[in-house]
């Protein structure tokens, strides 16, 4: 069996044209995109960074072998025009585009692309994402436009992590050239001035005030007109932590788009003339991570370890009250651990709906029946975390636990969390690969991080992970992720959440901007009116 | 005492304080719970991830070794490269430092151009309603917090009447002149209400001083007994405070860079606390203690001008 070019899906075109304007007004060409963000790019290197703010803009500097589609579940060709994956999955041969060159003339090579993946895989320089990558065994070139990878072992998602940021393509003549003795002193000084592949190339930097990304001229991807992507000459990024200033900022008219608007101001934008306010679906869910040990750290016995008791809290919690009061009824409840939007989601409808009576059963069933008092951490100043706890104190007063919140900046919450010195914590999760198997790593396969840190350890939920990595056949994989899924809803781990979808606000004036479910900021086809 | 010795024996002094300050921000950023490695890796990282990212950032290194390190980045000046934006922490300073500067400068400018014709009109007109509604103002503008005061200019001027672009900085000086017009005034107008307060009850002691009277009962003009004998003395006070001060202007711009998105060394610092960036905080602190002692010496020699008995 050959498989080729799996193409955007159908499902994608409706999502694209609610987006986009009518089929009658064709892109226009030029113009600077303003896009006010919350938080500034860190390092530029798409193998040495781990946070949003830099993933989310990669993909415009670095183009990848292949490209998420827009609705985020499928795949495109990106730099290669074609691949195809041996039957027992040890050779994938990728097939590149012709002509195809950085953003400063010179051509792509297929050393290149080798030189790239052998960096982004590597355990000295691949940086956190390298795993993704690690099913790869050595990378081979043939001739000027074939690149073949010998796996290791058959990786069921080696094509999504091609997609996948970390895997963007960079010049070697370029990085090596860079000052400095080491790696990664090269990569700092490349990273503060990168020439990528992508639709875009960096111009200037202003750290944490400005950031103009021009239009790459050697972009292979042709738009509507036949002529090369992208429509933009630029986009200007203005870093505005405030999220009023960022909200003012669009209003007069000084930006064209922002991101991470406050759940709480949806709805009144979406009433302001001129301005489009845009849930984009995302791969994020909100949770709610449990201690499962069976005593803290501190030594006090733990009532968040006994299974009932946790179905119990879970059951009393309101999903459809709790998206009220933090997102004003833009999100939706979660129907398992990981966001609905990854491949091999599966859903038996919400998990563990609003039923106190059931709740009241289940706590009298277990060793607590009188309630208990449980110690939430929650960051301090965030306006949502207080919601979220206030919202749980009340819900689970009914059953006699007492919520005690316990308010703490972002570095000293995490260094309790990784060292398990917490009971209960709010959390957040979006993914950054198309596929279920990050999430479940981290989350519920306890050898990679004591599943989520919680301490949470079913012996068969690591075995299906562990067969689920080998597993090339979709179809048995998704048995495999089905049985995963429904393990961890009835042992439950967490007090489920909710979805919830990016918030982006923009001017009217700005067409077929997409923020994909990983979120990555997708500016290759967007224009702007006159 | 000479001159050249009074100046020596200062710099000693600041070198002294600001030894002191730097060493103790190095230990207080180290008690701290969190670390950078943890910062940069978030949620997402597997203890092999932050171990390797700890060896990578040199943090796992013993607490000594690292004041050792620290020690000798004071004395050569050189602050090393910012943990968590990778980049040299003097090119972050002087990047960000002229733009703090320069909203400072212009809140403390505006500040006296507020405060002096007011505190003026207040003490001349003492007890009358003009006196009456400037108290008003200044109780207003020192009860109101901060970034409220942003806020408000922020929707009114700027969003609402457009005179003034929201936040950000512009391309020229000239440009940043109009840019920083706001938050200069935000952060002035609390500054003002104190400096007010301050120079109205000098100038009404002041004014009732028997020199005064001697010098109005002289025959000498009412304009030159004020800028001569009135404001000259009542002013001590006032510029003892406008420097004290200071301190607190550094600490609101933190606030305010925040609401305008300001890239100024107030939210460098903010941003670097929260990520335990130690190179970041280190180098800005011992920048922003050497420039607060620069002031305060500034201050003892303005000081000394308007006082002669004050210089020694």
């Known amino acids: ?80 025009e074609s691949h195809e994956i041996s039957d027992d999955g040890l050779t994938v041969t990728f097939k590149m585009r012709p002509g195809i060159k950085f953003a400063d003339g010179s051509p792509i090579q297929v050393s290149d692309v080798k030189w790239s993946l052998d960096r982004a895989r590597s355990k000295e320089d691949g940086g956190s994402f390298a795993f993704l990558l690690a099913a790869i065994g050595s990378i081979e070139t043939v001739g000027t436009d074939t690149v073949i990878l010998k796996m290791a072992r058959p990786d069921p998602t080696i094509l999504q992590a091609v997609a996948t940021f970390n895997a963007g393509i960079m010049s ?88 991470f608007v406050p759940y709480a101001r949806v709805n009144e934008l979406k009433q302001v003339p001129g301005i489009k306010m845009v849930l984009f679906p995302a791969s994020q869910v909100h949770y709610f991570a449990l201690n499962n040990r069976p005593t803290l750290n501190d030594g006090t016995k733990n009532p968040l370890s006994d299974k009932k008791v946790r179905q119990a809290l879970n059951y009393a919690t309101n999903k459809q009250a709790l998206i009220q ?40 069933e277990s060793s607590y029946p009188g309630g208990f008092e449980v110690t939430c951490m929650a960051l301090a100043g965030n306006a949502d975390d207080a919601a979220k706890i206030a919202a749980l104190q009340q819900m689970w007063a009914p059953l006699g636990v007492k919520v005690k919140i316990e308010q703490l900046e972002s570095a000293t919450r995490l260094a309790k969390y990784n060292n398990n010195d917490f009971q ?107 | 005492m000479h001159l050249a010795g009074i100046l020596g024996r200062r710099l000693g002094q600041i070198a002294v304080t600001v030894l002191v300050v730097a060493v103790l921000v190095f230990l207080l950023m180290r008690m701290l719970p969190g670390d950078p490695a943890i910062m940069l890796l978030g949620d997402r990282a597997t203890d092999a991830d932050i171990e390797r990212l700890r060896a990578e950032l040199r943090v796992d290194e013993p607490i000594a070794a690292q004041f050792g390190e620290f020690l000798l980045r ?182 305010t860079e925040t609401v305008f998105a300001i890239p100024g060394i107030g939210r460098l610092m903010i941003d670097s606390i929260f990520a335990r960036d130690y190179a970041v905080v280190q180098g800005l602190t011992v920048v922003l203690a050497v420039m607060v002692s620069i002031v305060f010496l500034a201050l003892d020699a303005i000081q000394a001008m308007l006082d002669p008995r004050l210089g020694t």
């Open chain 1, 172 to 259: 070697e003549k370029l990085l090596m050239a860079a000052p400095g003795a080491s790696m990664l002193e090269k990569a700092k000084a490349f990273a503060d001035k990168p020439v990528g592949s992508g639709p875009f190339v960096l111009t200037s930097w202003r750290r944490n005030s400005e950031m103009v990304l021009s239009r790459n001229p050697h972009y292979w991807k042709k738009g509507e007109d036949g002529q090369p992507l992208p429509y933009l000459d630029a986009i200007r990024c203005v870093i505005i932590p405030d999220d009023a200033t960022r909200i003012l900022r669009l209003r007069a008219g000084e930006a064209h788009l922002t991101e």
């Open chain 2, 74 to 255: 004071m004395v050569t000046l050189h602050f090393g490269d910012s943990i968590s934006m990778r980049i040299p922490v003097s090119r972050l300073i002087l990047d960000r430092l002229p733009v703090t500067l320069m909203l400072t400068g212009m809140a403390a400018v505006l500040a006296l151009l507020i405060s002096v014709p007011l505190a003026f009109v207040a003490a001349l007109r003492q007890g009358g309603w003009v006196d009456a509604a400037i108290r008003v103002f200044a109780q207003l503008s020192v009860s109101m917090p901060v970034f409220y005061i942003g806020l408000v200019l922020l929707i009114t001027l700027a969003a609402g009447l457009r005179w003034f672009p929201v936040g950000g900085i512009g391309e020229s000086f000239w440009e940043d002149l109009y840019y920083l017009f706001l938050p200069a005034l935000t952060l002035a107008l609390s500054l003002a209400a104190i400096l007010l307060r301050n120079l109205r009850e000098s100038l009404i002691e002041v004014m009732h001083a028997e020199y005064v009277g001697f010098a109005t009962a002289k025959g000498l003009p009412h304009g030159l007994v004020l800028r001569r004998h009135v404001l000259r003395n009542a002013w001590v006070s006032t510029v003892t405070l406008l420097g004290l001060q200071i301190g607190s202007l550094v600490g609101g711009a933190v606030i």
């Open chain 1, 325 to 364: 009061v933090v997102t004003h009824g833009v999100a939706t409840p979660s129907q398992s651990f990981m966001p609905m939007s990854t491949p091999l989601a599966y859903s038996n409808g919400p998990l563990y709906p609003y039923d106190l009576a059931r709740a009241k059963k289940l706590l009298s």
């Open chain 1, 424 to 530: 209960m914590r709010t959390s957040l999760w979006t993914n950054d690969i198309n596929d279920p198997r990050q999430i479940t790593s981290i989350m519920a396969y306890y050898p990679s991080r004591q599943s989520g840190r919680t301490g949470w350890n079913d012996a068969r939920t690591n075995e299906l992970f562990e067969m689920s990595e080998k597993e090339l056949d979709v179809e048995k994989r998704r048995a495999l992720y089905k049985e995963i899924q429904e393990r961890f809803a009835e042992d439950a781990p967490f007090i489920f959440g909710m979805d919830v979808p990016y918030p982006i606000a923009m001017s009217d004036k700005v067409h077929d901007f997409v923020q994909i479910p990983l979120g990555n900021n997708i500016f290759v086809n967007t224009w702007l009116d006159a």
């Open chain 1, 1 to 80: 069996m050959k498989r080729r070019d799996i193409l955007a899906s159908a499902a994608a075109l409706p999502f694209l044209s609610a987006l986009s304007t009518p089929a009658y007004a064709a892109p226009r060409r030029g113009g600077t995109l303003v896009f006010a963000r919350a938080m500034d790019c860190i390092f530029l290197d798409p193998t040495q960074t781990s946070q949003n703010a830099d993933i989310w803009i990669s993909l415009n500097l670095y183009d990848t072998l292949m490209q998420p589609t827009v609705d985020g579940q499928g795949l495109q060709p990106g730099l290669a």
